[in-house]
């Protein structure tokens, strides 16, 4: 079955860079994402990439896939207390019963930002 | 702007309680699902539903139930509430088809059971 792990703490200071990195198991995966979640709030997508892309950037958001090894990155440039959140991977698998948007989700890495 | 609106963002019940969460999405998207978050488990899903009065089960269904009478609303029910069933609980919706990044979520009801 389908199965995407993360390590679940990250401390980094501010101003430098950080890598938050994630693993799934199921390779017939379309597009992974990463959500980000502030306190008390619901999920925001941050940025997702298509299976068949290597890297893709969005300003201070740099997201690596190494297909061959199943291993998703998120690298967040100069790192700002307001990044301070849990980070989500997640994919989609295919096929899947026809929902093809069913997403399944990483343990979340929470980010601390230390000023 | 589309917005997913789960209208109980805090909730105490009692053991035993029969507890309603409440989820409307304004966009007419046809597919809705119940997540519910736990520390170190990260995001299960536990129902979702492709259109009205459809369901299917996700991958932690026990102690659930879950109601689609109308396309906008998506009701998650737990039948007789227990303490295991604290949680953070997530409410998304999305078009049927669409190019991946089309899932809105809501803000999330903290429920506790005590």
């Known amino acids: 079955g389908e199965d995407v792990e993360q390590s679940l703490f990250l401390s980094v200071r501010e101003g430098d860079s950080s890598v938050i990195n994630c693993t799934y198991t199921d390779s017939s995966s379309t597009y992974l994402y990463w959500y980000k979640q502030e306190p008390g709030a619901g999920l925001q997508l941050l940025t997702y990439?298509?299976?068949?892309?290597d890297m893709k950037q969005d300003q201070r958001l740099t997201v690596l896939l190494n297909k061959k090894d199943k291993h998703l990155s998120l690298r967040i440039a100069d790192t700002q207390t307001g990044d301070s959140a849990i980070y989500f991977c997640?994919?989609?698998?295919?096929?899947?019963?026809?929902?093809?948007?069913?997403?399944?989700f990483g343990t979340g890495t929470l980010l601390a930002v230390q000023p | 702007d589309v917005k997913v609106t789960q209208s109980s963002r805090y909730l105490v019940k009692r053991t035993g309680e029969k507890v309603f969460l409440e989820c409307v999405q304004d966009m007419d998207h046809e597919n809705m699902f119940w997540y519910r978050q736990d520390p170190g488990l990260g995001l299960r899903l536990i129902y979702f539903s492709y259109d009205v009065k459809m369901k299917e089960k996700g991958d932690i269904p026990e102690g659930y139930s879950v109601s689609r009478e109308k396309k906008e609303r998506f009701s998650l029910i737990l039948e007789s509430a227990s303490t295991n069933q604290t949680s953070m609980y997530l409410c998304?919706?999305?078009?049927?088809?669409?190019?991946?990044?089309?899932?809105?979520f809501g803000e999330g009801s903290w429920l506790t059971v005590v």
């Open positions: 998304a919706s999305s078009p049927r088809t669409g190019t991946g990044n089309t899932i809105y």
């Open positions: 990439i298509f299976s068949n892309m």
């Open positions: 997640a994919e989609t698998p295919l096929p899947y019963g026809g929902a093809t948007n069913k997403l399944i």
